[in-house]
Structures are given as structure tokens and as C-alpha cells.
């Protein structure tokens, strides 16, 4: 009876242990993809010299007439102006209006010498006014004067990679020596609307204004598409001579924001240029799902296990409707993977090659990790670790099993002591 339980008591602690010790492993399937045709659309007829509309996330380009001549925007100045400033001091500083600024050409908003207002203040009076008295301010004020300030608005393009743009003045008054273009204006904006103090301003259409000496009026936008064109988000205006027109707008529609630059058009025509080129986004173009956050794009072996990789975020893209604009699809996995491999581990790039030459490299991750192989006595105690209770378990099974065994041993010794002791009754 005593060999049956412990026979028993045995075969229980063996599968016990063989249960948490080799748990078994799932497999997974490669995915594979291929690229897609290519797209048409022509544009609106526009008479603006130059214009570009673009996609505000990933820049890609969706209209584009001489986006890359260079012309004399004094907008860009504004707008690099104000940009500067947000990103080299505080929004409620003090500035104190200098003679220099009271007599600047041009766009004034009559300020006056001696009077202070806030940084914050004054950006919104340039970018709604175009005031170059405010601009020659706040450059006074940041740069310590005028040359520093426009050096550090050069440093900033050249930053962005604004190859085509060169600044010698924060006003944007006539220089033959500076120059932009309509790509890089629609670069410029990119980066600056990620920026949410400009994109606040930058959105603002009415904003009132108390001078120094007390007197109220409002500041009203130029840009009046912020009237007349739904979903506008952001907007400036400009010009040199009034015949040239600059309108630069932003206005988003079903998750698709949209820059839309218009650089040297008739004053008659530069918002219908505008209304025009926003219209053909909208209506032909929305930016969906690339790819799906956890969709394996490839899998690999590492091991002897197989391993989907992955996007750890969605990937968005702007294409036309009813196309999927996908050129080519390449992934590239890093040679000779070996364990342990984490989740947070990038262990291959996905590109999609749109077809407007877009490039979209996507980091791929292993949807699971896997440990390195471990010797007996090390998966052993890993599985004690985290089966404890289990173990304590197997363990006074163990015990239970021992003291029976020494029981049944200290018997079968003292019987047979008897036996030698006492032969006689054995005999009998």
C-alpha cells in the first residue's frame, strides 16, 4: 500500500513540473505586400506666380506651380520674425519701443517711443498687421540689434534647410539681396505651426489692442479667407507693391490639415487662387492609415522562434481618393539577431516610396520577446521564481514522500533485527 501512494505521490510531483518547466511555443505568418499604380491629377488654373499646397504632417506636396522661384515676400520676414522670437524669449517680457522703431517705413502701427508692451502683445500686432515698427522692436529687443536678429533668422532657415531663403532685414521691406520661395514658405510654416504658441497666433483672426496710452481698437487679420472659407485655421498676408499679393492659410477638413501658399498674384485674384488650390485638396485628397499600429509587415526567425515585426504606432499618409499612391515597399532587417531580443528593440525599417517620390521609413519591432537559451538548473530556478507556491507545494510532497520512505526503512531494518534476534519464533 505504502509503494502505491508513494508510486503515486511521485508520478504527480513529475508532472507537476514537467508542466511549468516546457511550456509550449505558437508560431506566427509572414505578411507580404506589393506596390501600387500611379497617380494623375492636374491642378487649378491660378495666376499667382508661384504656389505650393502642401500636407501639414508630412510636407508632402499636392499642388506646385514654380514652388522653387526665388521672389521677394516680405510675409516671410513677418513670419520668420515671429517665429524667432517665441523660441528665444518670454512671452511677457517687456519691450520698450526706441526711436528706431518709431521711424520705420512702411506697415506702422504708430507706436511711440518710450511706450512698453509685451512680447506677447507685439506678435500678434505683427502677424495681424504686418506692423514693421513692432518688427524692428522685437528684433531690437532679442537680437540686442538689427544685424544680430537677422543672423539669427538666417541660422534658423539654414536650420530648416530653407536652401532657397536669405533674409537681410525683420521687416520685409524691399532688398534685392533677400529672397524666398514657395516650397520653403511652405516648409517654414510646417515647422512653425508645430510650435503651439505660433499656431495659436497664427490662428488668431481679431485680437484686441490697448496702446500705451489707453487707447482700444482691434487688430483684425488681412487674411479673408478667416471669413469666407470654412475650416481656416491659420492665415498672414502681405505684398511689397500692392499689384503682388501674398496669401498663406492653413484650413484642415476630415483630419487632413493643409498649407496652402500663394506667392505674387493680382490683388484681384490671390483669394480665389487660394480658395481654388484649398478646394483641390479637399476635394481630392485625405490622409487615412498607412499602416496599423501591431500589423506585422515581415517576420523573421531568431532562434529557433518566428517573430512578426511591427509598428508600434499608426502610420498616417495623405493620398488621393481612391488610390493608394504606394510606388514601392522594401524592409530591411538587421543581420545575425540572436536572443535575447526585447520588445523595445528596432530591429528593421519598413520604406514606402509614394508615388510624389514621398519616402516613409517606419522603425519595426518584434511583436514578442525572446530570451536566450538557459541551461537546466537556470530554467529550473526561473520556474521556482515564479511558480512558488507551486514549488511549496512540491516540496512538502517531497517531504511527506521522504519521512514515508524512512518510515517504511526504519520498519523493514527493525523487523529483521527481530528476525536475527529471535530465531526460535521465527523457526515456530
Known amino acids: 500500500m505504502c509503494k502505491k501512494i508513494l508510486r503515486s505521490l511521485s508520478c504527480c510531483i513529475l508532472s507537476v513540473l514537467l508542466l511549468f518547466l516546457f511550456p509550449s511555443a505558437a508560431l506566427t505568418n509572414n505578411i507580404s505586400y506589393s506596390s501600387l499604380p500611379d497617380s494623375s491629377l492636374a491642378g487649378p488654373e491660378i495666376k499667382a506666380k508661384s504656389a505650393v499646397l502642401m500636407e501639414s504632417k508630412r510636407g508632402q506636396i499636392l499642388y506646385g ?6 521672389l521677394h515676400i516680405s510675409a516671410a520676414n513677418k513670419i520668420m520674425c515671429a517665429l524667432v522670437v517665441i523660441e528665444s524669449t518670454k512671452l511677457d517680457a517687456k519691450v520698450t519701443i526706441s526711436k528706431e522703431a518709431v521711424d520705420t517705413q512702411g506697415s506702422t502701427l504708430n507706436l511711440e517711443v518710450g ?18 515698427d513692432v518688427a524692428i522692436a522685437l528684433a531690437e529687443y532679442v537680437g540686442g540689434d538689427i544685424a544680430k536678429f537677422v543672423d539669427m533668422m538666417n541660422t534658423k532657415a539654414y536650420d530648416l534647410n530653407l536652401k532657397d531663403t536669405y533674409f537681410t532685414n525683420p521687416t520685409g521691406l524691399y532688398d534685392e ?51 469666407s472659407y470654412d475650416g481656416v485655421d491659420g492665415g498672414k498676408t502681405g505684398y511689397n507693391v500692392p499689384e503682388l499679393q501674398t496669401a498663406i492659410t492653413t484650413a484642415s477638413n476630415n483630419n487632413l490639415r493643409l498649407i496652402c501658399v500663394v506667392l505674387d498674384s493680382p490683388q484681384s485674384s490671390v483669394f480665389v487662387d487660394s480658395t481654388n488650390l484649398l478646394n483641390f485638396g479637399f476635394l481630392h485628397f485625405r490622409t ?62 519598413a520604406r514606402y516610396i509614394l508615388q510624389d517620390n514621398t519616402i516613409i521609413d517606419i522603425n519595426l519591432y518584434p511583436d514578442r520577446e525572446i530570451s536566450p537559451p538557459q541551461s537546466l538548473y537556470s530554467v529550473i530556478s526561473s520556474k521556482v521564481s515564479e511558480n512558488r507556491d507551486i514549488f511549496i507545494l512540491v516540496g512538502t510532497l517531497l517531504a511527506i514522500e521522504v519521512v514515508l520512505m524512512i518510515y517504511n526503512l526504519t520498519r523493514y531494518i527493525a523487523k529483521k533485527r527481530n528476525k536475527k534476534r529471535n530465531p526460535e519464533s521465527v523457526n515456530n
Open 177 to 227: 539681396n533677400q529672397y524666398t520661395t514657395a516650397y520653403d514658405m511652405a516648409m517654414l510654416i510646417k515647422y512653425a505651426i508645430s510650435n503651439p504658441t505660433f499656431n495659436r497666433i497664427f490662428a488668431t483672426s481679431l485680437k484686441p489692442w490697448v496702446s500705451a496710452g489707453g487707447k482700444s481698437t482691434v487688430l483684425k487679420s488681412q487674411n479673408e479667407l478667416f471669413w
Open 65 to 70: 506651380k514654380s514652388p522653387d522661384t526665388k
Open 115 to 132: 511706450e512698453k508692451y509685451s512680447v506677447e502683445d507685439l506678435l500678434y500686432a505683427i502677424m495681424l498687421t504686418s506692423a514693421n
Open 288 to 349: 487615412g492609415i498607412l499602416v496599423k499600429k501591431g500589423e506585422p509587415l515581415q517576420s523573421v526567425t531568431i532562434g529557433d522562434q518566428i517573430v512578426n515585426l511591427i509598428s508600434s504606432t499608426d502610420i498616417y499618409y495623405t493620398h488621393p481618393i481612391g488610390e493608394s499612391f504606394v510606388k514601392s515597399f522594401d524592409v530591411k532587417i538587421i543581420n545575425d539577431l540572436t536572443p535575447p531580443i526585447q520588445k523595445n528593440m528596432i530591429i528593421g525599417t
